[in-house]
């Protein structure tokens, strides 16, 4: 148990009710325990926060390992379930993590969009959670957040008290494809959790 991811979950989740009035849907489709990816669309640098407070167990995600050289900073994300990624090894570091973490049972958080997309758009997702979940074979969860592009845009550094709605998809698993191969199976089930996430908003 970390006591002070706990800690500021639960004081996060009353600082995001009041400023954001977040209203989350859904929650009852996360698995209880067992290995869980957390598929969500992305289009503002408050979605990985928005996402693990409004998730009932404790989330992991990935995060540049830049990052990890602020100090104090770097304290506080390690201590609230961060996991640093390389850049010029990103496949190989984010692949490593990811299945370490599902693999003792976590739940992790992915943006398979892979960067921030235009404030109300979802882009096409990225192939690689579909590799996650077939090499753990554990749920995909899609998850669509909405308003978090308003409450902190692409181009600004301000946070305004926009309404933030978060909503859990049920589950999905990466079976009955029709691709044969294994990078078109991957893209195939990524398409597929992401016209799961469109079909939330």
Not at 66 to 93: D, H, V
Not at 97 to 115: A, N, Y
Not at 173 to 185: F, G, P, Q, V
């Amino acid at each position: 148990m970390n006591i002070f991811y706990v800690f500021v979950h639960g004081t996060m989740r009353v600082v995001l009710k009041v400023l954001f009035r977040m209203e989350v849907k859904g929650r009852n489709n996360i698995p209880k325990r067992g290995g869980v990816i957390l598929a969500a669309n992305h289009e503002s640098f408050l979605d990985p926060v928005v996402a693990s407070i409004a998730s009932p167990r404790q989330v992991y995600f990935l995060a540049r390992e830049e990052l990890f050289q602020l100090g104090f900073f770097s304290w506080i994300i390690k201590n609230l379930n961060a996991l640093p990624i390389s850049r010029e090894r990103m496949q190989i570091s984010i692949a490593k993590q990811s299945l370490g973490i599902l693999r003792k049972g976590g739940v992790l958080l992915l943006f398979p969009e892979g960067t921030r997309s235009p404030e109300g758009t979802i882009a096409e997702g990225k192939r690689g959670v579909g590799l996650i979940a077939a090499k753990t074979n554990v749920p995909v969860i899609p998850v669509f957040i909405k308003g978090s592009g308003k409450a902190l845009p692409r181009d600004s550094k301000w946070i305004t008290t926009h309404k933030v709605w978060v909503t859990f998809g049920k589950p999905l698993y990466m079976e009955n494809l029709e691709s044969k191969n294994k990078k078109d199976a991957y893209q195939e089930f990524s398409d597929r959790v992401m016209e799961e996430i469109r079909k939330l908003a």
